[in-house]
Every structure is written in structure tokens, then in C-alpha cells.
């Protein structure tokens, strides 16, 4: 099974470097500060592709050699391998246990760009926590790590939860464990979290959200109060000009 899932990865990759456009691929690092090498595809063609490829290996294949495969791509440079491996897996999350997530758990050290974080992050580990909370044990983790997109999926992580208002108490220790950290990437996966958290549950998040506005980063709150009443956004916002840290 693994040479199989070695031959199919390299076709794959070859699809993909052919079906893209490079005049794309040359806008697509606009939205990145990190170099990326793109094919240039578009999101759609590419999740459309990757539905369709997934069905096929399953079939002929089963999941330990769509497992293999997307983990062969995700090892790769170049940002299409590492989305498709994400979406071949997409729709199979809620079939995946322990030795998937401490799968999903590596990809973090492969990651190069918030695009290939939140995929993984947002899409597999995000869904699974919610599955089995007991696995947000690792959101709190990932918030003390020396990598950046650890931390930032302390935050990312929960959004899922946090969305279905679990684990709150989870989500205030990640925060106090990242409100001091001076990475954009970090500071605006946290302001999602709270913005997401607040959208849920503005009953308990918001007074949260008042006690931590003199000594959370201004990106953070900003992000956070995006969709609250104007009233309550400038009560949240009132005091965040004392914090130096700015976007």
C-alpha cells in the first residue's frame, strides 16, 4: 500500500501542476507575506477534483491508501498539494479517530502559510475536537509552542466548538495563554475565535471580551467585535487605544 499511495501522490501532483495557470499562480502570492509556490488553481476546480479523486481511491483503494496519499501531499512545497490533500480527506472526518489526529498533528510541522494551516487545522482537527472534546487538551498545548502555527491552531482549533458553544472555558485559557503573543498570524486566529465565540454566545463572551480590552492586542479585539452591535463594539473598543500592539 504505501508504493501504491507513492505512485498515486506523484500522478496527482502531475494533474495538478498541469491544471493549473501560471498568470494565477502569479496573483495568488498577493494574499501571502510568506514566498508560496502556487499552479494556480481555483478553489472550486480544485475542491471539485479532489471529491472526485477521493470517491475513486475509496473505491478502488480504501481509506488507509486515501489516508496515505494525502499524507504524501502534504509533505509537498508547492500550495495546491497541501489544500488537496486536505480536501481529499474533507468529507471523511467523521470517520477518523486517534491515529488520524496524531497525523494531522505532524502536518503542523509541515505547514508554510496561513492557507495550509487553516485547511488542516479548520477543516480536520477543528471538527474532530468537537467530536471528541476531550482532544481540545491539545489546543492548550499548541498555545505555549515555540512555532507559530501551533499557536495559531490553539486558537483556529476551537472554532468549531466554539461555534456549536462548547468548551468555553477551554477557549478563555487558550486566549489568556496567546493575548501577550506579537504575531499577526496568532493574533488574528485568536480575534476569529472570539469573533466566532461572540457570534454563538454574545451573552458570555462579550463580558470576557470587556475584561480583556486593556491588555489584549487591538488586532485581536478589532477582529473579535467585527459582527456585534456598534453600542457594544465601542464599549469593547473604548479602551484597546492604551495597547501598543496594533495590525
Known amino acids: 500500500m504505501p508504493d501504491r499511495a507513492k505512485s498515486l501522490a506523484r500522478r496527482l501532483r502531475e494533474d495538478l501542476r498541469r491544471g493549473g495557470s501560471s498568470e494565477r499562480a502569479e496573483g495568488i502570492q498577493w494574499f501571502f507575506k510568506e514566498e508560496i509556490r502556487s499552479h494556480g488553481w481555483r478553489t472550486a476546480a480544485l475542491r471539485r477534483f479532489a471529491r472526485q479523486t477521493s470517491r475513486e481511491i475509496l473505491k478502488a483503494e480504501g481509506m488507509e491508501t486515501l489516508l496515505r496519499v494525502a499524507d504524501q501531499l502534504f509533505a509537498g512545497e508547492v500550495l495546491e498539494e497541501q489544500v488537496f490533500a486536505v480536501l481529499l480527506l474533507e468529507n471523511s472526518v467523521g470517520k477518523f479517530g486517534e491515529p488520524e489526529f496524531k497525523m494531522f498533528d505532524g502536518w503542523l510541522d509541515r505547514v508554510s502559510s496561513w492557507a495550509d494551516h487553516d485547511g488542516v487545522v479548520h477543516y480536520l482537527v477543528g471538527p474532530m475536537i468537537v467530536a471528541e472534546p476531550k482532544r481540545a487538551r491539545h489546543s492548550l498545548r499548541w498555545a505555549r509552542s515555540q512555532n507559530r502555527w501551533r499557536r495559531r491552531a490553539a486558537a483556529v482549533s476551537l472554532i468549531h466548538s466554539a461555534r456549536q458553544r462548547m468548551l468555553f472555558p477551554q477557549i478563555v485559557r487558550v486566549s489568556e495563554a496567546l493575548l501577550a503573543d506579537d504575531d499577526d498570524m496568532v493574533q488574528k486566529g485568536l480575534g476569529w475565535l472570539l469573533r466566532e465565540a461572540a457570534k454563538a454566545d454574545r451573552k458570555t463572551t462579550v463580558p470576557y471580551l470587556l475584561r480583556i480590552r486593556s491588555r489584549a492586542p487591538r488586532l485581536v479585539l478589532r477582529t473579535a ?23
Open 225 to 247: 467585535c467585527e459582527t456585534l452591535p456598534a453600542g457594544i463594539r465601542g464599549r469593547v473598543l473604548l479602551r484597546a487605544k492604551r495597547n501598543p500592539s496594533t495590525s
